[in-house]
């Protein structure tokens, strides 16, 4: 066994975290920490990174590491608004937390979901990784955002969707313009 193999199997030390652990004696806090500092400095809301190519053709990636977690979300888009993607979290040579989303959205929609995933961001409160249940901003008087996160609001197992509806000033029901469907999970 090399050298780097023996050391990553007998435990590293995680910069930020200020001690030497092994995967045995990390926690799903842990993970959700690194997760709320990974999508605070590189999620796809925040605009703050530009996106790389990934090495899965027509995909986007983000990533941001600290010590030996990994933060990497992957996606494909659509000229028709389709999308699907994933975000795992490893430590080391392992996938501690994963989570898969696919769904559709306009492009005139999407810096308000921007907006909407992005409160949730900054006030680090977790609701299926997505948006709050309802979200609205007066400068998109039109669009309403909803999260329904069907099972589990735990970081460490949900299940859920999100729409936004677009109100029709004649009088008829709101208009479903957008969705995502999403679920996830801890791997410890």
Known sequence: MSDELRRIAEGVRVVGF???RNISQITVQDIQDFYWE???TVGWPTEKVKPSHSLMPGYKCLRHRTGKFTFVDEWSSHANGRSEGKTTIWFGTNPV???????WYPKE???FLKLALT???EARHFMGGRGNNYYYDKNYSDLAYFNDVERAKLFSGFVGEEKIYKSINDGSDNTLVGLHRYQGMSLI
């Open 38 to 40: 990974a999508m605070q």
């Open 119 to 121: 409160e949730m961001i």
């Open 97 to 103: 937390w994963v989570m898969s989303y696919c769904g």
């Open 18 to 20: 200020e001690s030497e």
């Open 109 to 111: 929609v999407i810096s």
